[in-house]
């Protein structure tokens, strides 16, 4: 099974609509990364989040840590064609819990389509 | 500043070969990583350097999977007799220290195994 688990696998929204993507994790979260790929590209870094019930915002794009949960969602608010891509959660669950993230395990990404 | 690159961009190469895979990290991070990513998959760690040596080599799949880094910037992964089952997008990224804060990314050797 996988260790970190994204859903939905696939969106297609509307501009302008909210949405959120999840993903949960099968062992611990010693923090967490949110990326976002184009296709045929490198990943995008957009938010690092290390400690349970940290929140963050960068744009229209907010972030949130659930450590208890192992879970953390990503919210788009007012979508935009340009935020179209797959979005990835990457974390280290290798089980060192020194703080180290070097190790990332990485979900499937789910792909995001935002409709004009 | 100049982002990680990678080299080449694409590589196509008959199973049996042997190929190289060149990344230049950002200049002064000194932690570099190898992913792998198959299509429709998350990227998969390989390996991570701490400055010359492989600090965590244990995500290369078999012995045909070899990465160097003699002076601490350039690496290069290295894969003998290629297999299909080789072909995938390689990525390398870099982090100013070790293990904290963001890995950079580059935009990947799309590898495939004819």
């Known amino acids: 099974s996988q260790e970190l688990e994204q859903s939905p696998q696939s969106l297609i929204v509307q501009e302008g609509k909210n949405l959120t993507i999840n993903c949960t994790s099968s062992?611990?979260?010693?923090?967490l990364y949110w990326y976002k790929q184009k296709y045929g590209e490198g990943l995008i870094f957009l938010m690092m989040?290390?400690?349970?019930?940290e929140e963050k915002s960068h744009e229209k794009i907010t972030a949130k840590l659930d450590e208890k949960k192992q879970q953390s969602s990503l919210h788009i608010t007012a979508s935009q064609p340009s935020h179209a891509g797959i979005y990835l959660c990457g974390a280290d669950i290798s089980g060192n819990s020194g703080g180290s993230n070097y190790k990332l395990t990485f979900g499937k990404g789910t792909l995001l389509t935002v409709n004009p | 500043g100049a982002g990680v690159s990678q080299t080449p961009s694409n590589k196509v190469t008959e199973k049996g070969k042997y190929v190289e895979l060149r990344c230049d990290p950002i200049?002064?991070?000194?932690?570099l990583y190898w992913y792998r990513q198959s299509l429709g998959q998350g990227p998969e760690f390989l390996i991570y350097?701490?400055?010359?040596?492989?600090?965590?080599d244990s995500g290369l799949p078999n012995d045909r999977f070899f990465a160097v880094r003699p002076e601490g910037s350039v690496s290069t992964l290295k894969i003998q007799r290629t297999e299909r089952g080789d072909s995938a997008v390689y990525l390398c990224?870099?982090?100013?220290?070790?293990?904290?804060?963001?890995?950079?990314f580059g935009p990947g050797t799309r590898l495939t195994v004819t």
């Open positions: 062992k611990t979260l010693y923090g």
């Open positions: 989040l290390q400690k349970g019930g």
């Open positions: 200049s002064g991070h000194t932690a």
């Open positions: 350097f701490q400055g010359t040596g492989a600090a965590d």
């Open positions: 990224a870099s982090s100013p220290q070790t293990g904290f804060g963001e890995q950079y």
